[in-house]
């Protein structure tokens, strides 16, 4: 069976410092790889989605991937108490028609 | 105006009524999903459609039914609903391979 595996944690950041975030999957021929932000009670929103080996930087957040691996991380920059929420990592399945592997989600707390 | 939206937001059953949650959706995209989340878990899907015509059954779809009235149009019924299918309840789209966008989620309690 297809996985996708995160810490659930919490990990305990403090303010300003850099949280990273880890992801591993099991399914090589995986193409397409995202990092949700659901803050409790809410519905996830997409941060990040990496296609390539390498870094890809948006604003304070950077997504990266190696594919030999297989894993995919988040770094969070600066780190802000309004980046307290759980962040799922989802990876595409190429085996059927590009449904997405959910991971259960890293809760992610920013100490003031 | 938002691009998915769920009805209700909120919902109060008791056991063995059947209820139905509603989707709906102006992203334009052919593919839509529903997904449960229990406390502390992960996303779970029960349903997917890929268009009008091509309906599937997710990892636990046990006890649901879905209908998928036209393009932009996504209903889960729970035939007879039971306490353990209390959850929050997420309908999402998505053009192949792409991001997922979620509607705002219906928090079903069955008592």
């Known amino acids: 069976q297809k996985e996708v595996e995160q810490n659930s944690g919490p990990l305990s950041v403090p303010e300003g410092a850099i949280a990273s975030l880890n992801c591993t999957y099991s399914?090589?021929?995986?193409?397409?790889f995202f990092w949700y932000r659901q803050y409790s009670g809410k519905s996830p929103e997409l941060i990040m989605s990496?296609?390539s080996n390498g870094d890809k930087e948006d604003g304070r957040f950077t997504a990266q991937l190696n594919k030999a691996s297989q894993y995919v991380s988040l770094l969070i920059r600066d780190s802000q108490p309004s980046d307290s929420a759980t962040y799922l990592c989802?990876?595409?399945?190429?085996?059927?028609?590009?449904?997405?592997?959910w991971g259960a989600g890293t809760k992610l707390i920013i100490k003031p | 105006d938002a691009d998915v939206t769920q009805t209700p937001r909120n919902r109060i059953t008791k056991t063995g009524k059947r209820i139905m949650l509603e989707c709906s959706q102006t992203?334009?995209?052919?593919?839509m999903y529903w997904y449960r989340q229990d406390p502390g878990l992960g996303l779970r899907l029960i349903y997917y459609s890929f268009d009008v015509k091509d309906i599937n059954k997710g990892e636990i779809s046990d006890g649901y039914s879905v209908s998928r009235q036209a393009q932009a149009k996504f209903s889960l019924s729970l035939e007879s609903a039971i306490p353990n299918q209390t959850a929050l309840y997420f309908c999402?789209?998505?053009?192949?391979?792409?991001?997922?966008?979620f509607g705002p989620g219906t928090r079903l309690l069955v008592l």
């Open positions: 399914d090589r021929v995986s193409q397409s």
């Open positions: 989802a990876v595409s399945d190429e085996d059927s028609n590009y449904q997405l592997i």
């Open positions: 990496i296609y």
């Open positions: 999402a789209t998505s053009e192949a391979g792409e991001t997922q966008y």
């Open positions: 992203k334009g995209h052919d593919r």
